[in-house]
């Protein structure tokens, strides 16, 4: 089994937060060998200058926190982020074609954010506080048939979400594993108990600012 500080992308996206809060969440995550950090696309570039030749991996987000931008928008972004120096891409899937069961819609525009991203990985948001339990299992089949690479539970913007729970984690992860794609509980985990608990239900990444928190 991997090491708990394997499985955490240390994630800063407050829109308040000033420069001093990157640069303290890039020294964490080289000090405790997280495997990336997570910020929105501005702050990639400054992720990149300072984690260089660290193995930290640069994480970034579009189309977020709704998903709903334009997909050639999304991609435009996450072919931006790239070029800035972003490993992974975590898309949000749009709940609104989700809940419309406009199927056709959420495939390509996966599909779409997928092209940007080429080689890079790429996970797409469920905002499962806002899906049923079938929801989150159909919208992890769409994400299948998409092609991308990881599923990632929520954003952690939803007011009054609980977030990753493992009972979401777990359908995610019964669906999406068969095919060699892995499963991202992000929102709501701030403690070794709570990543213990996503772990064990099937994730093989956690999203949290709690990093250090978590590991300690």
């Given at each position: 089994?991997?090491?708990?500080?394997?499985?955490?992308?240390?994630?800063?996206?407050?829109?308040?937060?000033?420069?001093?809060?990157?640069l303290k969440l890039f020294e964490e995550a080289k000090q405790y060998k997280f495997f990336g950090v997570c910020v929105n696309p501005a702050y990639v570039s400054l992720a990149k200058e300072h984690l260089k030749d660290s193995g930290v991996k640069i994480v970034t987000?579009?189309?977020?926190?709704?998903?709903?931008?334009?997909?050639?928008?999304?991609?435009?972004?996450?072919?931006?982020?790239?070029e800035?120096?972003?490993?992974?891409?975590?898309?949000?899937?749009?709940?609104?074609?989700?809940?419309?069961k406009n199927?056709?819609?959420i495939v390509k525009d996966i599909k779409t954010v997928k092209e940007a991203c080429k080689d890079h990985k790429l996970k797409v948001i469920l905002?499962?506080?806002?899906?049923?339990?079938?929801?989150i299992k159909k919208a992890s089949e769409l994400c299948v048939e998409a092609g991308?690479?990881?599923?990632?539970?929520?954003?952690?913007?939803?007011?009054?979400?609980v977030g990753a729970k493992p009972e979401d984690v777990k359908i995610m992860h019964d669906v999406v594993a068969?095919?060699?794609?892995?499963?991202?509980?992000?929102?709501?985990?701030?403690?070794r108990e709570e990543a213990l608990a996503v772990i064990e239900a099937g994730a093989e990444r956690?999203?949290?600012?709690?990093?250090?928190?978590?590991?300690?």
């Open positions: 089994m991997k090491q708990l500080n394997e499985y955490i992308e240390h994630t800063l996206l407050k829109q308040d937060a000033p420069k001093e809060a990157f987000v579009v189309g977020f926190p709704l998903g709903a931008s334009k997909s050639e928008v999304t991609a435009f972004e996450a072919k931006t982020a790239i800035d120096g972003a490993d992974e891409i975590d898309m949000v899937m749009n709940v609104s074609a989700m809940k419309d199927y056709d819609y905002e499962t506080d806002l899906l049923t339990k079938d929801e991308a690479d990881l599923v990632k539970t929520s954003t952690g913007f939803v007011k009054g979400g068969p095919h060699g794609m892995m499963v991202k509980a992000s929102g709501g985990v701030h403690n956690i999203g949290a600012s709690a990093g250090v928190k978590i590991v300690s």
